[in-house]
Nanobody, 120 residues
Framework: QVQLVESGGGLVQPGGSLRLSCAAS????????MGWYRQAPGKERELVAA???????NYADSVKGRFTISRDNAKNTVYLQMNTLKPEDTDVYYC??????????????WGQGTQVTVSS
């Protein structure tokens, strides 16, 4: 059983910073791409940032220059450093990981979501 556990969300003022963390645990054989998505009520889930096992990154245009994704492969953890936050960044943020296990092979896993609210 694989679990992704997120932490670090909360309320922050515009211009502030938050750091999200997501740790994968369970019977993991390997982890490929890890990423962060966000979703507002009534809208589709959208990619915020992703990072491959080799460290290549991809960002949504709306967060380039403000957000930084990183990972610690030894800890099976991915991070999202969010700076210069704007009210439009308010969403539920979800961790995603492409994980291979001996039992289920390779598939996508999702975290439970963490709320980020940017407001004065």
């Amino acid at each position: 059983q694989v679990q992704l556990v997120e932490s670090g969300g909360g309320l922050v003022q515009p211009g502030g910073s938050l750091r999200l963390s997501c740790a994968a645990s369970g019977s993991i054989f390997s982890i490929n791409t890890m990423g962060w998505y966000r979703q507002a009520p009534g809208k589709e889930r959208e990619l915020v940032a992703a990072i491959t096992s080799g460290g290549s990154t991809n960002y949504a245009d709306s967060v380039k220059g403000r957000f930084t994704i990183s990972r610690d492969n030894a800890k099976n953890t991915v991070y999202l450093q969010m700076n210069t936050l704007k009210p439009e960044d308010t969403d539920v943020y979800y961790c995603n990981a492409d994980i291979a296990t001996m039992l289920h092979g390779r598939r996508d896993y999702w975290g439970q979501g963490t709320q980020v609210t940017v407001s004065s």
